[in-house]
Each structure stands twice: as structure tokens, then as C-alpha cells.
């Protein structure tokens, strides 16, 4: 049972460059999110999607796109990197929204940097 | 709009001694209150949670928080700190346990010394 699952681990990109994050989770979770982690920001909200076949933004979307895949897969795309977009970034996921959900469970991560 | 404060920056702890690390919320209602860990080059793994009851939480390797609504406080607590316990800690709160809604606080760096 592996989990949530992130693909690249690291990457280093150019400014104006595009790149797609993959995410893969294992646990037949419905909802799914893509979070970005500066220091001292703790994590803020990119995008999410509460089920298959939904998107919706977060807190900090702009220069980001999404791709709920299927149920297992959402993945995270930067069109045109800048620099400001040098992060770590974590995907997510957890059951439906409900008074009984259970936590998120996070991937590993992907530090990306972009020059 | 609801918010978290980890006003700590850093707390450091002798091995063996008790740690608190601290956590006050801002929400307009009940909160849902969670406490998550992050290993180095890891994702945040799911420490304890408080959505109603008793406010005394146990969650897991040992750790508890205790939800305080008069000063809108939920600190983590450990009898005993051990080296290995040395991490970064986030507290997030939410008004409906969505994640979408969930606001992270910070972050404060636990460093456990022998």
C-alpha cells in the first residue's frame, strides 16, 4: 500500500518552461489537493478536486492547472514557470468532506526550483 | 475568515522533558483542529484531531492537545520528549473537516536535544 505517490521527487526548471506534477494515490480517496510549502507560510491550497471529474481553486491558483485524471490520478501543470513558483509542493488526499473524514494523507513532496 | 497562529518559531526541549508546542485559532464557529508532523524530505503525516468531546486529545507516538474554546487555543502536548520527536509541526483548523477549507498555521520547529 503505497499510498500518495509524487512524481518528479526534485526538478529544476527555467523561467517560461512548462511541467506537469503527477500524483497517484492508492486508497480510493474521492477528494484530492495540490498544496504549495514556503517557509514560515505553512501550506496554502493550489487547487483541489472533492471528486472524479471536478476541479476547483484554491487559494493560490494563478499559474497553475490541474488534471483529475481518473480517481487515482490529479496532476498539477505550470504553463510558464517564474521563479516565484519555486516551492515544494504536496499532494493530498482524503475520503469526502463529512463529520466522520479521515485525515489528509500527504506525498513525499516535489522540490521544484525555477532559475 | 479563519486563520491559525503557530506563534513559535522554534521551541527546544531537553530529552526526557515535557514539550508544548503552541497553537491559537481564529474561526467564526465550531473548528475541527488537527495536528500534523513533517519528517525532513517528507509529506505532513496525520498526528491527532479534535472535532467535538473531550478536550483532551491522544493521538499518536505519545502526543496529546488540548482544545481550550475560551482562548481559542489548541497546544500539543508530550509528557516526554524524545530525540526522534524532532520535526516540524503544523496545526490546521477547519469549519467543516472539508479540505479545501483547511488553513495551516506556520509551522514550528521541534528540536529535541540529548
Known amino acids: 500500500n503505497a499510498g500518495v505517490t509524487q512524481t518528479p521527487k526534485f526538478q529544476v526548471l527555467k523561467t517560461g518552461q512548462s511541467m506537469t506534477l503527477q500524483c497517484a494515490q492508492d486508497m480510493n480517496h474521492n477528494s484530492m489537493y495540490w498544496y504549495r510549502q514556503d517557509p514560515g507560510m505553512g501550506l496554502r491550497l493550489i487547487y483541489y478536486s472533492a471528486s472524479e471529474g471536478t476541479t476547483d481553486k484554491g487559494e493560490v491558483p494563478n499559474g497553475y492547472n490541474v488534471s483529475r485524471l481518473n480517481k487515482r490520478e490529479f496532476s498539477l501543470r505550470l504553463e510558464s514557470a517564474a521563479p516565484s513558483q519555486t516551492s515544494v509542493y504536496f499532494c493530498a488526499s482524503m475520503w469526502e468532506t463529512g463529520a466522520n473524514n479521515s485525515p489528509l494523507h500527504f506525498g513525499n513532496g516535489t522540490r521544484l526550483t525555477v532559475t | 475568515a479563519q486563520s491559525v497562529a503557530q506563534p513559535e518559531d522554534q521551541v527546544n526541549v531537553a530529552e526526557g522533558n515535557p514539550l508544548t508546542v503552541k497553537c491559537t485559532y481564529s474561526v467564526s464557529g465550531n473548528p475541527y483542529l488537527f495536528w500534523y508532523v513533517q519528517y525532513p524530505n517528507r509529506g505532513l503525516q496525520f498526528l491527532l484531531k479534535y472535532i467535538t468531546g473531550d478536550n483532551l486529545v491522544k493521538g499518536s507516538y505519545g502526543f496529546e492537545a488540548e482544545f481550550n474554546k475560551s482562548q481559542t487555543s489548541f497546544h500539543l502536548k508530550k509528557p516526554s520528549a524524545l530525540v526522534s520527536d524532532s520535526a516540524l509541526y503544523f496545526c490546521?483548523?477547519?469549519?467543516?473537516?472539508?479540505?479545501?477549507?483547511?488553513?495551516f498555521g506556520g509551522g514550528t520547529r521541534l528540536m529535541v536535544k540529548p
Open positions: 490546521a483548523v477547519t469549519l467543516n473537516n472539508a479540505g479545501n477549507m483547511l488553513t
